[in-house]
């Protein structure tokens, strides 16, 4: 919080109160589509499934309705796709497809890698429409809900080939690395005994999501980062 204190036309000085807006108020609106569209219907799933006991199928359709509302909402109120309410409900609909699948232990292991394929296929699919879905995430983190790095972001994103690359490469990244997890298990599923691949299974979702956060980091994050800053800093220069 800053406090700015305005010379008078007579030489006294006042304060004024200080500013309104703090990086605290302007993370918030940055954070809030994560929040709506990924943590919410992610939460009440798991809130729906393990805190109240209802059956994967019931809390799956439960856990859908916010992403389906938002969905439907960009759609027809704002006439733009809510990529990541999308994809959640998409991922939704998959996991209500798989949960009427039964059969053999490994056919029950390889149907968990679902989920996975079908986030990595929409976020590559983001990609290729020029609307990078993992940006959602990745942007809040960079800014750190500072004004001047948010203008700075725009303006790169506008005008910047390198920046806008960097921005394509961190969800190409999480695209690719989801998809080969999904194909790692399905092949270990049918390959490795099961008590193995029912432990393995688990190391290997967390050790695709380091590799994507490490990956994507090296490749994405600490260039934007970089260009972000030096941005800054050169508004900062011309208006001195």
């Known amino acids: ?101 039964a059969g053999d232990p490994r056919l029950m292991l390889a149907k968990d890698s679902g989920v996975s394929s079908a986030i990595g296929i929409g976020i590559l699919v983001s990609v290729k429409l020029g609307r990078p879905m993992m940006t959602a995430g990745m942007k809040p983190f960079l800014i750190k809900g500072d004004a001047a790095k948010n203008a700075a972001w725009d303006r790169l994103a506008a005008g910047s080939p390198r920046f806008r690359k960097a921005e394509r490469t961190f969800s190409l990244v999480w695209g690719v690395v989801l998809l080969s997890e999904c194909v790692a298990r399905v092949v270990g599923a049918y390959t490795l005994p099961v008590d193995t691949m029912v432990w393995l299974g688990t190391v290997v979702m967390i050790g695709s999501i380091v590799v994507a956060m490490l990956v994507g980091g090296r490749l994405a994050v600490v260039p934007m980062e970089k260009m972000l800053e030096n941005e800054v800093a050169g508004t900062i220069q011309s208006k001195s």
């Open 1 to 101: 919080m800053s406090i700015t204190a305005i010379e008078t036309s007579t030489g006294a000085t006042t304060v004024e109160a200080p500013a309104a807006t703090s990086a605290g108020v302007a993370a918030r609106p940055s954070f809030l589509p994560l929040i709506l569209d990924v943590a919410v219907p992610v939460g009440s799933y798991y809130l729906l499934k393990n805190g109240f006991g209802m059956s994967t199928m019931a809390a799956l359709g439960w856990s859908s309705v916010v992403p389906a509302v938002r969905t439907v909402w960009g759609a027809v109120k704002e006439r733009k796709a809510n990529a990541l309410a999308g994809l959640i409900l998409f991922v939704n609909v998959v996991g209500l497809a798989l949960s009427l699948v």
